[in-house]
């Protein structure tokens, strides 16, 4: 099931987040990403569903479209989603000055954090996703 979305966020880039010409470090990319795909999370209330200990981070993908600067707010969006069995994919992307800098995706597994085993993500968190589509 893929699911179209409405989220995003604001990040106000610091200074400690650039290289040497200025850039937001990659690194920082990818945690903004993260830290965008935990929002879009609590935003569908899935919190009292499963927890943030009920997911491992499979794979990640960035593709970087342009330089992101220090100095300008970066908005952060999560377009849409999709959901296996067990596991959750998550599309992102990030803006800057009405440039897209950067397109990923993010493939997380639902775990049972006591067994470390793959679970089926429970229907009311299926739910909650389809609910919350653009």
């Known amino acids: 099931m893929v699911t179209t979305h409405a989220y995003s966020q604001i990040i106000q880039p610091r200074f ?7 850039h937001i470090n990659n690194v920082t990319i990818a945690g903004w990403f993260e830290v965008t795909r935990m929002g879009w999370m609590a ?15 499979a ?3 960035i593709d970087y479209l342009a330089e992101t600067f220090f100095g300008s ?8 989603s999709s959901v296996g069995n067990s596991s959750l994919t998550v599309q992102g992307e990030m803006w800057q000055n009405a440039t ?3 397109r990923g995706k993010a493939v997380l597994v639902h775990m ?3 067994t470390k085993q793959t679970q089926r993500i429970p229907e009311e968190l299926r739910e909650l996703i389809r609910s919350h589509g653009a």
């Not at 707010?73 to 849409?80: I, T």
């Open 16 to 22: 400690y987040e650039t290289d040497a010409q200025g």
């Open 112 to 114: 049972d954090p006591e």
């Open 100 to 102: 897209q800098t950067m």
């Open 43 to 57: 935003s569908l209330g899935a919190e009292h569903v499963v927890g943030p200990r009920n997911w491992i981070l």
């Open 73 to 80: 707010e970066v908005e952060l969006k999560v377009p849409e």
């Open 59 to 61: 794979s990640v993908q």
